[in-house]
């Protein structure tokens, strides 16, 4: 079983939708939690950081994390064709060494 | 410098020959870390280095893969003997290196075409 789970989609989904995206983890020593955005060339960009589990709310972007279940979430709300991107989520534990999902690719259709 | 800055941009190289990738991450940022992502897959971990030291190599694919890194700042990637299969966008980052707000910062990346 690989450490991080994520499909690849890709998802396409209507303007104006709500997005959810997901990873599942088998590594119990996880507790830092990140999501990235990676436009077409371009170098993955940091959106949302969560210490173990909870919410997190930034604008659109809501970061959710179940560490029993372990399993991670983000959702966007009032999705715009802008936010067609590969999502990758992250996560680490005390050792600094960080494990990316495979991403996502999302599109918003207009 | 403001970002994470990368070096070159885009590289071609002919199978066989040995290339160097540079990386120069934020001021301060003691933490660098190497990634490969090849088209349509995900990042695969490389190599990290905590000041000039790497206290994780698991990730280099072969032993044709080396990184060091110099005053704390300044790393090279550099890939001997060339083959089809490393062609891929390989990405560098930074981060303070603290564990208790471990979030990296990625550069736009070193594009690499073996041919």
């Known amino acids: 079983q690989k450490e991080v789970e994520q499909d690849p989609g890709p998802l396409s989904v209507p303007e104006g939708a709500i997005v959810s995206l997901n990873c599942t983890y088998s590594n119990s020593a996880f507790q830092y939690f990140m999501w990235y955005r990676q436009y077409s060339r371009k170098g993955p960009e940091l959106l949302m950081y969560?210490?173990?589990?909870g919410n997190k709310e930034d604008g659109r972007f809501t970061a959710q994390v179940d560490k029993s279940s372990k399993y991670i979430s983000l959702f966007i709300r009032d999705s715009q064709p802008s936010d067609s991107a590969t999502y990758l989520c992250a996560m680490s534990g005390r050792d600094d060494k960080i494990i990316f999902g495979k991403g996502t690719r999302l599109h918003i259709l207009p | 410098g403001a970002g994470v800055s990368q070096s070159p941009s885009n590289k071609v190289t002919e199978k066989g020959k040995d290339v160097e990738l540079r990386c120069d991450p934020i001021?301060?940022?003691?933490?660098l870390y190497w990634y490969r992502q090849s088209l349509g897959q995900g990042l695969e971990f490389l190599i990290y280095?905590?000041?000039?030291?790497?206290?994780?190599k698991s990730g280099l694919p072969s032993d044709r893969f080396s990184a060091e890194r110099t005053g704390g700042s300044v790393s090279t990637l550099t890939i001997q003997r060339t083959q089809q299969e490393d062609s891929a966008v390989y990405l560098c980052?930074?981060?303070?290196?603290?564990?208790?707000?471990?979030?990296?910062?990625f550069g736009e990346g070193s594009w690499l075409t073996v041919v």
């Open positions: 280095f905590q000041g000039n030291s790497a206290p994780d």
């Open positions: 980052a930074s981060s303070t290196g603290q564990t208790s707000g471990n979030t990296i910062y």
């Open positions: 001021s301060g940022h003691t933490a």
């Open positions: 969560t210490y173990s589990s």
